[in-house]
């Protein structure tokens, strides 16, 4: 993604917003799969101008906590995002922005397609929605939802040889009983990579035990894979007697490369009408109830609570296979 002018992000910031109800925003006319597909076959082509899913970077809050996508490129954004029993769309304008009414608490994983730039990010729910008529700030009572983050962890990468990155952050997702042991734990990596797993914390405050069975570098687009392009393209091990104490470091813009070769091959066997969102039957999207935010360097009083309060609702189910 090229950096667009502060001017750029700065007036698509401040433009006026867009109101879109999460539940129920508008009928678009765009194909988001075909959107998809263009961005990944470019993007291949071009491999020095990609970096794996990038982070979609603009996106914040508003005061009512609902968040906010304004589009500062040259391209019309649109977004995809699974909520309240279906995956939906939505569109950015150039240089607008849209507010979300996204009242149910939860991490939702997006992917964001913009001309030939494809990214990936999350946005959080759980928002006050002021109803008509009210001004001013949220009531005193209202807090915002606070997922449960673990900063600075190393992962294990079960299925490539037991390999350890250090990653930025571990976000909790979603629990999904339905899944095979290991992987129902269901998280993203630095708010981009969507992961099923296995998030154990540490009963004394220390990093949790964080091991990975699977990715989705495309959350609910790309086929799941087994994660290791994630790490196959990393610095050198370290030697074996540093193993313990300094995870390997991930190198990006390698791994990037590997994620989008294995996501360009899988859509080149895909012809159209083949596979549509073949992978959604099995993305994870399930939310789970709120619980305090927490980050393993704290004290580990509650860590025995800590990531663990998953629970599907009705809001929250496994996707009907399309």
Not at 50 to 72: A, G, L, Q
Not at 141 to 153: E, G, L, R, T
Not at 202 to 230: E, R
Request: include cysteine.
């Amino acid at each position: 993604m090229e950096a667009s002018s502060h001017e750029a992000v700065e007036a698509a910031r401040t433009a006026p917003p867009n109101k879109v109800d999460a539940m129920s925003p508008p009928p678009v006319r765009v194909d988001f799969r075909d959107r998809t597909e263009h961005a990944i076959r470019v993007n291949v082509d071009h491999d020095e101008s990609f970096v794996r899913p990038r982070h979609w970077d603009y996106i914040d809050y508003d005061e009512y906590h609902r968040p906010r996508f304004f589009n500062p490129t040259a391209s019309e954004m649109s977004f995809r995002y699974f909520y309240g029993g279906d995956y939906r769309t939505v569109v950015v304008p150039v240089g607008g922005n849209v507010v979300l009414d996204a009242a149910i608490a939860g991490v939702y994983p997006i992917t964001v397609v913009a001309g030939d730039v494809i990214s990936a990010a999350t946005f959080i729910g759980g928002a006050f929605i002021p109803p008509d008529g009210w001004v001013g700030p949220p009531p005193d009572d209202w807090a915002p939802y606070q997922p449960v983050v673990y900063d600075s962890v190393p992962v294990d990468f079960v299925n490539a040889d037991g390999q350890t990155a250090l990653v930025d952050r571990v976000t909790m997702v979603g629990h999904d009983d339905s899944l095979p042991q290991g992987q129902r734990d269901v998280f993203t990596i630095n708010d981009s990579t969507l992961a099923r797993g296995q998030v154990t914390p540490a009963p004394d405050g220390g990093p949790p035990q964080v091991k990975v069975q699977q990715t989705q570098p495309l959350p609910g687009v790309s086929p799941w894979n087994d994660g290791k392009q994630y790490v196959n393209t990393q610095v050198t091990p370290l030697a074996a007697s540093h193993r313990n104490l300094v995870p390997w470091i991930i190198c990006g813009l390698a791994a990037v490369l590997a994620a989008l070769s294995g996501i360009a091959a899988w859509v080149w066997k895909h012809p159209r009408g083949a596979h549509g969102y073949a992978a959604t039957a099995n993305a994870p999207t399930e939310t789970f109830d709120p619980i305090p935010p927490t980050n393993w360097m704290y004290d580990g009083a509650d860590a025995d609570r800590t990531g663990r309060a998953w629970s599907e609702t009705a809001n929250w189910r496994r996707p009907p296979a399309s």
